[in-house]
């Protein structure tokens, strides 16, 4: 089960990078594609300063997860890993309740069921 959690972490830290480049570099083209049902295309260039800092904060969750790998004491790696889930969990929660319900699909279940291989292992 280790090899299970270690696999989902990575897997949603990569989904936040990926989400960083896309909300802080490529807003008005992947984002507007991304978002398109949540926003009008006039609202995208208005708001990409927005967007980017949106991004900054997905960046720090996902190093955050990343960092997680690299604590040599299994309880703070753990608490570390567990810690930044759960952030990323309730940020997807709050974001399918606020804007669309597909963040919940992307951003939170991956998480939660990182959060379940993590408490398993």
């Known amino acids: ?3 299970v959690a270690k696999i989902l972490i990575a897997v949603v830290a990569l989904e936040h990078l990926y989400i960083l480049w896309m909300e802080m570099f490529a807003w008005e083209t992947k984002g507007k ?3 398109k049902a949540a ?3 006039e609202m995208f260039k208005p708001t990409k300063g927005l967007a980017a800092n949106q ?3 997905n960046g720090f969750l996902a190093a955050g997860l990343i960092w997680s790998f690299f604590i040599e004491d299994e309880k703070w790696q ?5 810690f930044f889930l759960s952030c990323v969990a309730i940020a997807g929660i709050y974001g399918a309740i606020s804007a669309t319900k597909k963040i919940f699909f992307v951003q939170a ?8 291989a993590v408490l398993l292992k």
């Open 78 to 82: 753990t608490n570390i890993a567990l």
């Open 55 to 57: 991004g900054l904060y």
């Open 1 to 3: 089960m280790e090899i």
């Open 33 to 35: 594609e991304v978002f």
């Open 39 to 41: 926003l009008p295309p």
């Open 109 to 116: 279940l991956p998480a939660i069921l990182a959060i379940v």
